[in-house]
């Protein structure tokens, strides 16, 4: 039996506006403190609806990005034109201000299956974005993170200590194959969860009680992440 975990930090915001804004306030920053240190900076972030307004409000900001690389923690393998395209939503929010001057790494590499293109993904991802600086990660009412799910086909390998940078993994009932960087990779980075709502708090606080990966596997992230939570 798995034991309970220490919850994270948390920090409660006002509102959801506040939270978007700081959150890309403290993202920004740590970005132009790691450019400043090492001349690059490295960035995960999620895809979805609900970072949408930190992305935005993150790629308007006037961090370095010609030194930044950024990377998705997670995608579905489908084209990046498709409305279910993890990369399209960044055209549409990160990259639509001056973040487009950032070199991005698409997790998407063609071909029917990830099989097909997975090595030359990880390749590019060693020589461009790795390690990871920071890495901003969502979380699912049923404590899923990046698309490391709960009884998903892959989620082993995914957070397993030597597992490659990511990972091809299907989910339950899903319409197609999905990537997602594995838990070492993310564990390398600076972590900050964003959440929304009382269900996905109370999907949090699930996750510490169980903590296990393989049932929570929000849970493989969370020791030194810190939690933005807005109602």
Known sequence: MSDAMTMP????????????GGLADLIAGR????????????????????PGLMLKLLGESDAP??????TLTDERWVSPVSPRS??????????????AAAEFVPLYGGGAEPAQALRAV?????????PLDLAVLGMGDDMHTASMFPGALGLEEALAADAPPAVAIRAPGAEEPR????????????????IQGHDKMRALERAVALGDPMRAPICAVLAGATVHYAD
Request: aromatic share 4%.
């Open 31 to 50: 970005l132009t403190a790691a450019a400043a240190t090492k001349s690059s900076a490295s960035l995960a972030v999620p895809g979805g609806t609900t």
């Open 179 to 194: 990537i997602t960087l594995s838990a070492r990779v993310l564990n390398a980075a600076e972590r900050h969860i964003l």
């Open 9 to 20: 930090q948390i920090i409660e915001y006002d509102s959801r506006d506040d939270q978007a």
């Open 86 to 99: 993890n990369q399209k939503l960044l055209a549409e929010t990160l990259f639509h201000g001056a973040a």
């Open 65 to 70: 990005w010609g030194l930044v690389a950024v």
């Open 122 to 130: 990880n390749l590019t991802l060693e020589q461009v974005a790795l």
